[in-house]
């Protein structure tokens, strides 16, 4: 394939390995998704499966992007935010694949991995991000040499939510697509329905967003006997109304004009439309990347792997270690 840089993601459930030429064309991530058999993700276990899958992950991405060690040149992994556990596997895997191909290391933000392929694939420029994802929830945007947060959940991220009420219901991980698909139908079926007949708390606090009492009221309305299809509905316009919100007053902020959705969440073809229409309403612009770009995937990870590599020097060994709580606005942003 000529050369390429690697990128590695492992800072929760997906371990995933990914890759750009050095003018920044993706291939396609290969990755990994671990499954709590019961409850939520445990970080032990989380990291057990990466590590686990590691080797053969790998050889299954090298052979069907038909990349061969020579062809790599730099190794791209994620530093943080992430659980530790996790984190540390990819880490690992990064830096034993420097030493052994005799190539640079560097260590990227997730979080500004997200924005990075998002501008590489939608050709959007200075966007205003809204991050929805499984652990995090984030409206970001570019203030000089940062990516500053400029609102974001203060409990758990949107997705966590939606995976822990979709649990709640037998649903398994990940639930939000299910929800999605529960909520489209009910409301096919109920298109005159006002969020009012399912009422939920609507959580956006000054900039800032937060979902546990979103999914505690959720759960008592179907304790109460409320349709599932009824709760997912309201639970979906809720939940994404808050966001869009945050988003709308970070672009009136900032004077920005791009909106751009990433992370799992922004699979979501309501969230979409939202943003969408909020655009629309404001001469903006919705984008967002394929799904396989919006989930955590290797590909994103070495993106901005690529972006740094132009513009600063690789990190050394004793620089490689992980930061679990990593923030978006700590990476000072030398690329254009
Ligand atoms: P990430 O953490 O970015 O890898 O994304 C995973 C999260 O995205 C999980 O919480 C999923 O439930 C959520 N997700 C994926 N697809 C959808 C969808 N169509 N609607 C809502 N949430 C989704
Ligand atoms: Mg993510």
Excluded at 92 to 118: F, K, W, Y
Excluded at 236 to 261: I, M, N, P, S, Y
Excluded at 300 to 324: C, F, K, Q, T, W
Aim: aromatic letters at 6%; glycine letters at 10%.
């Amino acid at each position: 394939m000529g050369d390429v840089i690697v990128g590695i993601e492992s800072t929760a459930h997906t371990f995933s390995f990914g890759s750009v030429t050095h003018d920044g064309a993706p291939s396609n991530s290969t990755s990994a998704l671990y499954r709590p058999e019961t409850g939520g993700i445990h970080p032990r276990e989380a990291a057990d499966h990466h590590s686990q899958h590691a080797h053969d992950l790998l050889q299954k991405f090298l052979q069907d992007n038909q990349i061969s060690n020579d062809d790599i040149t730099a190794i791209a992994f994620s530093q943080g935010p992430g659980l530790g556990p996790c984190l540390r596997i990819g880490a690992t895997v990064a830096r034993t694949l420097s030493e052994q191909l005799e190539i640079p290391l560097v260590g990227v933000n997730h979080c500004v991995a997200h924005i990075e392929i998002g501008r590489n694939q939608t050709g959007c420029d200075d966007p205003v991000l809204l991050y929805v994802s499984g652990g995090n929830t984030q409206v970001i945007a570019r203030a000089g040499d940062r990516y500053k947060v400029i609102g974001e959940t203060l409990d758990i991220g949107i997705g966590n939510m939606l995976d822990k009420f979709a649990r709640n219901q037998g649903i398994a991980f990940p639930g939000g697509p299910k929800i999605e698909k529960l909520a489209s139908e009910w409301h096919a079926l109920n298109p005159d329905a006002d969020v009012s007949d399912c009422p939920l708390p609507y959580s956006v606090q000054g900039m800032d967003l937060n979902f546990s009492g979103l999914l505690n009221a959720a759960q008592l309305r179907i304790n109460e006997g409320k349709e599932l299809g009824q709760v997912c509905w309201s639970l979906q316009e809720h939940a994404f109304t808050a966001c869009v919100e945050v988003a709308e007053r970070a672009l009136a902020h900032t004077g920005k004009t791009e909106l751009l959705l990433g992370g799992g969440v922004a699979c979501n073809e309501r969230i979409r439309e939202m943003s969408r229409l909020m655009c629309e309403q404001r001469s903006a612009e919705a984008t967002w990347p394929e799904k396989r770009f919006c989930v955590d995937n290797g590909t994103m990870i070495a993106e901005l792997g690529r972006r740094m590599l132009e513009v600063s020097s690789p990190i050394l060994y004793h620089e490689s270690d992980i930061n679990p709580s990593l923030r978006t606005d700590h990476t000072i942003v030398e690329w254009d």
